[in-house]
């Protein structure tokens, strides 16, 4: 089976100290944020992407929607290669891929109504006569499980919740194959946020989607992904399915993650040991040639992305 | 004595729509040398409550009303503005969610807390920095002396919030009270700073006051819960009855519902319907609308918190003695 979202060898430096330094001179900083990301998605599963900030794991998300340029690779949806192509081309297979951020407030436009935001994407793309939309968009809100009764409403009026089915409904509008989820639950309370991870993997099974979910809490993630990729510095140093993620982590940093989600057990009152960026560093694992299942050769210098086992991918050092 | 001794408390806002009732009726106390973890979502009142305590809301926008309002034995609700601010410096601190706005941005940090040292204390500018470096070291900042000529910007926020919790303890306060610590920071810098918190607490024997809305902070940091929800204390008790045995129907809601205490993907537990509006809070009980076990009475008596063995409390009419 060929993946829906295909990320090949990502790479996105931002250039720093632009203009003053320049100006007398002075060599611009570039700012590595992603260093060589290859992720695939595949049709009908949830791929968390978990990191911290700094880890680059939004800045991937956005350069998977062709919403902020590539510095190099290349980013392949349903079998075509978008990293280039001229927005007039580009516009009609953007149905295809959609996204929900994280500030369902910033989001959603304050002078809209609900039913016009919800509608836009059709508008947009000429899709549909004015009774068919609205037909869509009440189905839509039913789906997302809001009233229909609410659609001339404005964004000020929901609570963060609601918003947030909004942004869902929009970004599902367009039936899309792939749906970036930047920390969609982040801003949101407890008790919503329960509500709207069930959201998304109730239209998850039903639509058939694949999902990138982007997210700081692997605890979110373990209900919602088939698989986990952590992401470090701008790379990604271990990527196995959920389960093995939590029980048979490799990386040193994946281990530090993990140690840091807080134990709901009042009677394990352990005091922890939290691993410094240089201990991480000094804690890579280290494989033989012979261990390791990649097929490709692999070179000797530096740390890399290698094959434990068939679904289980580590950063390690590999030794000759 | 209690540390705090708070009866009865009720906050509200004006509010162009009308008046906004944030905190309605909350009783609670805290020993001295115990830790209180307070758990709410938005809009339950929990930092109100103790802005309210610190005296931190501004009449005529807030209103305060109390049958007691205590720390260690002074009356806050009548105190005047300077009572107040002794009371401040030498018995509570408080530290904030976002230190990046906790800290004047045109100031050293050393500065900002020997500007403390010195408003609370009897030291000099000299001594009052030198007092800054310990306390910078004493929060586990590796290079106290290089931070200490450092401005905010130029920290990392776990860093920030680290020199945050020293300029905190700089009066050696008997009372800290952290809202939302950890919130504005990194998973894995989340747990430094709340063992961080722990230690200084286990410490100093200071008393110390958490409030979060995510319950996995507290479960291993404090001693007694306190849950709340729509302006009441929904329920009290010490940590480990409240994760095992919660009498509250929406404290038990609210521990089903955290996502991935379970291996595998799966649905969650969850609490239907949203917080209530604290304009027009509902009558009864306030989380009667989204309860699984609600009827008539629930809707239309709020139940009074009630104990329930030792140390234990819950405002609910289905919790049986």
Redesign the interface.
């Known amino acids: 089976m060929s993946p829906v979202l295909e990320l090949r060898n990502l790479r996105k430096s931002f250039g720093m100290g632009s203009g003053f330094a320049n100006f007398f001179g002075g060599a611009p900083q570039q700012v590595v944020a992603v260093d060589g990301v290859s992720l695939n998605v595949m049709p009908r599963k949830?791929l968390g992407l978990v990191g911290?900030?700094g880890s680059g794991k939004s800045t991937c998300g956005l350069m998977a929607m062709r919403l902020l340029d590539v510095t190099s690779g290349e980013i392949i949806v349903n079998g075509t290669d978008i990293t280039r192509l001229e927005p007039a081309v580009l516009k009609p297979l953007r149905k295809q891929m959609q996204i929900v951020f994280q500030d369902s407030y910033s989001s959603l436009d304050p002078m809209m109504t609900l039913s016009q935001i919800v509608a836009e994407p059709f508008v947009i793309h000429g899709m549909y006569t004015i009774q068919e939309r609205n037909e869509i968009v009440g189905d839509l809100f039913e789906k997302v499980g809001l009233d229909r009764s609410y659609r001339s409403r404005y964004p000020h009026e929901l609570?963060g919740?609601?918003r947030q089915r909004i942004s869902i409904a929009r970004a599902l509008a367009l039936k899309p194959d792939i749906l970036v989820a930047d920390e969609p639950t982040s801003a949101l309370?407890?008790?919503?946020?329960?509500?709207v991870?069930?959201l998304m993997?109730?239209l998850q099974e039903e639509m058939g989607l694949s999902i990138l979910f982007i997210s700081?809490?692997?605890?979110?993630?373990?209900?919602?992904?088939?698989e986990i990729a952590v992401m470090h510095n701008g790379r990604i140093v271990e990527q196995a399915p959920?389960?093995t993620i939590?029980k048979d982590a490799q990386h040193p940093y994946t281990k530090?993650?993990l140690?840091?989600?807080?134990?709901?057990?009042?009677?394990?009152?352990v005091?922890?040991s939290?691993m410094t960026a240089e201990e991480i560093t000094a804690n890579i694992p280290k494989v033989s040639q012979a261990d390791i299942t990649t097929t490709a050769n692999v070179s000797t210098t530096g740390p890399q992305l290698v094959n434990v086992s068939e679904d289980h991918k580590v950063e390690a050092i590999v030794e000759g | 004595m209690q540390l705090v001794d708070i009866k009865d408390l009720r906050v509200s806002f004006r509010h162009h729509d009308g008046v906004v009732s944030a905190v309605r009726g909350v009783t609670l106390g805290l020993s001295k040398g115990e830790s209180l973890g307070i758990v709410g979502?938005?809009g339950s009142g929990k930092s109100v409550t103790f802005l309210a305590l610190m005296r931190l809301l501004q009449a005529p926008a807030a209103t305060i009303e109390a049958d007691k309002l205590e720390l260690d034995g002074s009356d806050l609700l009548n105190a005047d503005a300077k009572a107040l601010s002794d009371i401040r410096g030498s018995l509570v601190s408080m530290v904030f969610q976002d230190p990046m706005t906790s800290f004047d941005p045109l100031f050293t940090i050393g500065y900002q807390i020997s500007e403390t040292i010195q408003t609370h204390g009897n030291t000099g500018k000299k001594a009052a920095l030198a007092q800054a470096r310990e306390l910078l070291a004493k929060v586990e900042i590796k290079h106290p002396d290089r931070v200490l000529k450092q401005y905010p910007h130029q920290l990392s926020g776990g860093m920030l919030q680290r020199a945050m919790i020293a300029m905190a303890l700089s009066c050696e306060p008997r009372l800290l009270i952290a809202d939302e610590p950890t919130t504005a920071l990194?998973?894995?810098v989340?747990?430094?700073i709340?063992?961080l918190i722990t230690d200084l607490q286990q410490e100093t024997g200071m008393s110390l006051i958490i409030i979060t809305?995510?319950?996995?902070?507290i479960?291993?940091t404090v001693d007694r819960v306190v849950v709340m929800y729509g302006g009441k204390v929904m329920e009290i008790g010490d940590?480990?009855e409240?994760?095992?045995d919660p009498l509250n129907p929406y404290t038990k809601?609210?521990?089903e519902?955290?996502?991935?205490?379970e291996?595998?993907?799966?649905?969650?537990?969850?609490?239907?319907g949203?917080?209530p509006n604290a304009l027009s809070p509902p009558s009864g009980c306030p989380f009667h609308p989204?309860c699984k076990l609600a009827d008539d009475k629930c809707a239309s008596d709020a139940p009074n918190l009630s104990t329930f063995g030792k140390n234990r409390s819950a405002a609910c009419w289905k919790v049986v003695q």
């Not at chain 1, 140690?259 to 009152?269: E, G, T, V, W």
């Open positions: 949830v911290e900030s609570s919740g609601q309370d407890v008790s919503v946020k329960a509500q991870i069930n993997h109730d700081h809490e692997l605890n979110v993630i373990r209900s919602l992904a088939d959920t389960e939590f530090s993650l140690n840091a989600i807080p134990s709901l057990d009042a009677r394990k009152r005091r922890r939290f | 979502e938005s990194d998973v894995t989340q747990a430094q709340l063992q809305h995510d319950l996995g902070v479960a291993e940590t480990l409240i994760f095992e809601a609210l521990i519902s955290i996502p991935g205490r291996a595998g993907k799966r649905k969650l537990i969850e609490i239907p949203s917080s989204r």
